[in-house]
């Protein structure tokens, strides 16, 4: 399926359910950003629970980082005011095409790993791999670039995101390129909440609400403010799964993409027809589902990451949602005084049939942009 083209009428407009005023309340510092694991009742504890320690080597089964461990830079405060932040670095002018642009055929393939909302350290990253100007326009000819999803949540300007990563799908296919983006779980977050509110859903242990997990998962108020009709369509058409040239691309280091569908255009029109119905139960167990992770981490990761390119094709898969220090154990605090999360490149494991690309930006990592194939 081509990215964009609707299945049906699409149903997520601003007509939908808009949240009650006032806004409920930011979550409170520890509060967990994810929504607890399926055996685990849905009451959203008032009470966090204990932070993993500092470089703990196992994390639990599909572990969420919770908003101790993840802390949120420059996310809103609780009077909804934006927590002051160092500014980004300048952006590098760039003016001409990435080397090795080909003046015909297909260019060089890029991916980005998670933005959650970190605007100028997007144009930072995109501008030092030439693939935009100074301005902000798109200046890599034919390059082709992919999103792997997670434009919003726990930083400060995720619609911002929304509206670059727009403008350079414009500018890139009118250049002979093309930018496109795959659906995070963070989309179907804030789809949901946008959607649904606080309307309870069937969790499998108990019930929960789109509106409060949202919140739990860094929601900004400031993003649900600002998003209009186009931004509510363009996330609800993004597609599930994409393969080019042999990366098989995904955002959730998951499996259950196998559950929607035996071909990548099965699982980008069940995922469609899903938000088309628009059923509350629905989207929850489908937003549920892609916040699965680590499915390739362990011994078994790469026996994992095989199903899918049998199914699905390719000879790696490449994604996202999952940051790497996580990955690699070298899980921080923001208690931890003085420690930083260095990361510098994806994280290549599973018998090296999977990249992660999370950077763990909003812990202090690196947003990633890279190009395919990685070099040894």
């Known amino acids: 399926m081509t990215q964009g083209a609707g299945q049906g009428p699409m149903a997520w407009t601003m007509a939908a359910h808009t949240p009650a005023s006032p806004q409920p309340p930011g979550p409170p510092p ?49 009077d909804d005011t934006l927590i002051d932040q160092p500014a980004a670095g300048p952006v590098p002018a760039t003016e001409t095409a990435p080397d090795g ?4 055929g297909p260019g060089p393939l890029y991916v980005v790993g998670d933005v959650h909302g ?8 995109l501008a030092a791999e030439g693939l935009i100007d100074a301005d902000g326009s798109w200046s890599a000819g034919n390059a082709r670039l992919w999103f792997l999803g997670d434009f919003t949540d ?18 890139a296919a009118a250049a002979g390129g093309y930018c496109k983006a795959l659906m995070g779980n963070h989309e179907l977050l804030l789809l949901g909440a946008k959607r649904f509110g606080d309307t309870p ?6 019930t929960a609400s789109f509106q409060a997990a949202w919140l739990l998962n860094g929601g900004q108020k ?13 996330m609800a058409r993004l597609d599930a799964v994409m393969e080019e040239d042999g990366h098989l691309l995904v ?22 027809d899903v938000l088309t119905r628009s059923e509350a139960d629905e989207v929850w167990d489908l937003f549920r589902k892609f916040t699965k992770r680590f499915a390739f981490r362990d011994e078994s990761g790469a026996q994992a990451v095989r199903q899918l390119l049998d199914a699905y094709g390719g000879t790696r898969v490449v994604h996202g949602h999952s940051p790497i220090p996580y990955l690699l154990g070298e899980v921080g605090t923001e208690d931890s005084d003085g420690e930083t999360v260095v990361v510098e490149e994806p994280h290549v494991y599973a018998d090296g049939l999977a ?4 950077g763990g930006v909003t812990m202090a990592g690196k947003l990633l942009v890279v190009q395919l194939p990685l070099t040894d």
């Open 251 to 272: 955002h959730s280091d998951t499996t259950a993409y196998l559950e929607y569908g035996d071909s990548i255009e099965a699982v980008n029109d069940t995922v469609h």
């Open 118 to 125: 970190y605007y100028d350290e997007l144009r930072e990253a």
């Open 30 to 78: 520890g509060a967990p950003t994810g929504p607890p694991p399926d055996d685990t009742p849905q009451h959203f504890p008032t009470a966090p629970p204990a932070p993993l320690p500092a470089h703990s080597p196992e994390p639990p089964e599909e572990y969420t980082p919770t908003a101790r461990d993840l802390p949120v830079i420059g996310a809103a405060g609780r």
């Open 101 to 104: 642009v080909p003046a015909e």
């Open 355 to 358: 990249i992660a690309m999370d």
């Open 222 to 234: 400031t993003d649900m403010d600002r998003l209009e009709d186009h931004h509510l369509q363009w």
């Open 201 to 206: 859903v069937q969790s499998g242990a108990g």
């Open 154 to 171: 726990r930083g400060p300007d995720g619609i911002g995101v929304i509206d670059l990563v727009m403008q350079l799908s414009a500018e």
